[in-house]
T-cell receptor
Framework: SAVISQKPSRDICQRGTSLTIQCQVDSQVTMMFWYRQQPGQSLTLIATANQGSEATYESGFVIDKFPISRPNLTFSTLTVSNMSPEDSSIYLC???????????FGQGTRLTVV | KNEVEQSPQNLTAQEGEFITINCSYSVGISALHWLQQHPGGGIVSLFMLSSGKKKHGRLIATINIQEKHSSLHITASHPRDSAVYICAVSLMYSGGGADGLTFGKGTHLIIQP
């Protein structure tokens, strides 16, 4: 299994600012994903974080709004840029290994934009 | 597009009751996941299964591949089981592409003492 440390666990941010969320894994993993969960909704995949290259974004998400870094196989960051109240959500990172498809999740970051 | 439907959306039961949450999906999958989300937002993986049945403590998960249906059962339910239970499906990992998960909307379970 993989243990994921995600931080911050929650934050209240001003409109127009940016927040960077960190995801640290206790072992090297092949796949890292970032999800958004809007209030009352299911999880939506934002992007796949690729080690050493640009992230792969899902339809409706763009790099300028959600820049992602993944400098190595154990760490990734997601930045929510130029925030608006519509960005208020829970953001989660998730990891899976190439050979094992069980998914592990971070504790989530509850973001409120005011 | 693969759709994942869960039922019921909300469930309130008394402590000790037997709980069943259902999940149906529309296309072929390689694995189905049952996840538990607590109020803080963090998610714990309960089961990953591709056939048959798995049991862990008071939790039992079953899957019928032909019928594209899975159930999560909780025996002797307890207030600490109160959480959102999410069904998610994944495609077989193959070649150079990575795929995430398709999630159901979750079942909000409340167990009253």
């Amino acid at each position: 299994s993989a243990v994921i440390s995600q931080k911050p666990s929650r934050d209240i941010c001003q409109r127009g600012t940016s927040l960077t969320i960190q995801c640290q894994v206790d072992s090297q993993v092949t796949m890292m994903f970032w999800y958004r969960q809007q209030p009352g909704q299911s999880l939506t995949l934002i992007a796949t974080a690729n080690q050493g290259s640009e992230a792969t974004y899902e339809s409706g998400f763009v790099i300028d709004k959600f820049p992602i870094s993944r400098p190595n196989l154990t760490f990734s960051t997601l930045t929510v840029s130029n925030m608006s109240p519509e960005d208020s959500s829970i953001y989660l990172c998730s990891v899976r290994d190439r050979e094992v498809t069980e998914a592990f999740f971070g504790q989530g970051t509850r973001l409120t934009v005011v | 597009k693969n759709e994942v439907e869960q039922s019921p959306q909300n469930l309130t039961a008394q402590e000790g009751e037997f709980i069943t949450i259902n999940c149906s999906y529309s296309v072929g999958i390689s694995a189905l996941h049952w996840l538990q989300q607590h109020p803080g937002g963090g998610i714990v993986s309960l089961f990953m299964l591709s056939s048959g049945k798995k049991k862990h403590g008071r939790l039992i998960a079953t899957i019928n591949i032909q019928e594209k249906h899975s159930s999560l059962h909780i025996t002797a339910s307890h207030p600490r089981d109160s959480a959102v239970y999410i069904c998610a499906v994944s495609l077989m990992y193959s070649g150079g592409g990575a795929d995430g998960l398709t999630f159901g909307k979750g079942t909000h379970l409340i167990i009253q003492p």
